[in-house]
């Protein structure tokens, strides 16, 4: 079973930015591909991107595309979403997901969620 913790959520100001960490625990980590996702309030989850096992591949939502960065640390069982050029419409909670690479991606194990809010 794979045990997910993210942090590094918070409050910004639109154009900044913010890194979110999402911290494995319990597994192989460096097996698993992973993804981060996003929910705001009354929406759906969606996707916003996710890296391979190697973190040598990864893809991101059209809409975060440009702004965002995911990668990861194998040596420290973490994965990162780097979040620049912020926008409003960023705001969520976010969660980090392991699961099958695809595309699309497939999560099969979740972590509880960081807030992300971001102030016009």
């Known amino acids: 079973q794979v045990h997910l913790v993210e942090s590094g959520g918070g409050l910004v100001q639109a154009g900044g930015s913010l890194r979110l960490s999402c911290a494995s625990f319990?597994?192989?980590?460096?097996?698993?591909?992973m993804g981060w996702f996003r929910q705001a309030p009354g929406k759906e989850r969606e996707f916003v991107g996710a890296?391979?096992?190697?973190?040598?591949?990864?893809y991101l939502s059209d809409s975060v595309k440009g702004r965002f960065t995911i990668s990861r640390d194998n040596a420290k069982t973490t994965v990162y979403l780097q979040m620049n050029s912020l926008k409003p419409e960023d705001t969520a909670v976010y969660y980090c997901?392991?699961?099958?690479?695809?595309?699309?991606?497939?999560?099969?194990?979740w972590g509880q969620g960081t807030q992300v809010t971001v102030s016009s």
């Open positions: 997901a392991a699961g099958d690479y695809g595309p699309p991606f497939g999560p099969f194990s």
């Open positions: 319990g597994v192989t980590f460096s097996t698993y591909p």
């Open positions: 890296v391979d096992d190697s973190n040598r591949r990864t």
